[in-house]
């Protein structure tokens, strides 16, 4: 609806998984490092963590980008399965052919390690991508940890990259996992955008869109900082209503009090003011010490 009100091309806050609004910040960047550097290792496991809506699907895109062309990759998205389950999916994944009737744990794993026998004769490394991986039964990341046993002497001939939310930790701190936990050679935590970041965020979507960053006023950009928390998936759902709200108004900019109109419609007016008094919180909790060093520096001067 406000696409050529506000002069874009294009919806520059859909959360739909498009590479070419891909923004990757420093944090991101550095996440990627990570992985890189680990599927680079000897080792069979990397892990990224973070909360929902951060960004590691975009890191994982990424890093598909630049893995070697002499790489077959298999994909889990939905990881609430049982081991057997698990090994079927790999064994499609990776173009395995199989007799259903035969379906054991042993069955799949003798195919998967052949093929990954095979990848390796032919100079192509086997990588296995598992997003939402906090949903994994032990007995399944168990079953993973036996696939990457298959090695040279240089490597593992399967690496696998572990993707979820904070709750992956916790899950491999568990004692019947210490061997899993032992063979991740690379990890990192994604945290939300800072403010700085979340302008540059905003500013690079709607610049691939042909727009114009000062459709959101300062003051609006610090209120999304404030309010979302830096996380770019609520930024998009948020700023993406009050783009909507700010055109039934046929306002040419989004003000702080449309954004937070719009903030209020999603998360909830309570949210959101529960959220301005952090903010607030923090504002004066800064006023009062610099107050409070001006008081004392007055008191030694005058003292």
């Not at 990881?79 to 744990?105: F, I, M, N, R, W």
């Not at 490394?125 to 032990?138: C, F, R």
């Not at 036996?146 to 939310?165: M, P």
Request: aromatic fraction near 6%.
């Amino acid at each position: 609806m406000y696409l050529s009100y506000f002069g874009l091309t294009d919806n520059p806050f859909s959360i739909a998984p498009n590479p070419d609004y891909l923004f990757m910040s420093p944090r991101h960047k550095e996440a990627l490092a990570h992985l890189t550097f680990g599927l680079r290792e000897s080792g069979g496991f990397v892990m990224l963590t973070g909360e929902v809506g951060t960004g590691k699907t975009t890191v994982s895109r990424k890093l598909l980008q630049q893995l070697p062309d002499n790489t077959q990759v298999a994909m889990i998205l939905n990881p609430t399965l049982s081991a057997l389950e698990l090994l079927a999916t790999v064994c499609d994944e990776l173009g395995v052919e199989y007799q259903d009737s035969k379906s054991s744990l042993k069955y799949f794993t003798d195919l998967i390690l052949s093929k990954l026998a095979a990848n390796h004769q032919q100079g192509i490394s086997t990588v296995l991508i598992v997003d939402e991986a906090q949903h994994l039964l032990p007995e399944v990341l168990e079953q993973l940890r036996l696939l990457t046993n298959l090695e040279t002497n240089r490597e593992k001939l399967l690496k696998v990259v572990l993707i979820g939310q904070p709750e992956l930790q916790m899950l491999l701190k568990r004692n019947e996992l210490r061997q899993l936990a032992q063979r991740i050679t690379a990890r990192y935590h994604l945290l939300p955008l800072s403010a700085g970041e979340v302008k540059a965020y905003i500013s690079h979507r709607l610049s691939v869109a042909s727009g114009d960053a000062a459709i959101f006023s300062q003051a609006t950009l610090q209120a999304v900082y404030n309010i979302t928390g830096g996380i770019p998936r609520v930024i998009n759902l948020l700023c993406d209503r009050a783009l909507t709200l700010a055109f039934t108004r046929q306002d040419a900019v989004v003000r702080r009090h449309i954004f937070l109109a719009a903030a209020g419609q999603i998360l909830g007016d309570d949210v959101v003011k529960q959220r301005q008094g952090k903010s607030w919180g923090v504002i004066l909790v800064g006023v009062f010490a610099i107050a409070a060093v001006i008081g004392f520096m007055a008191g030694k001067m005058y003292g």
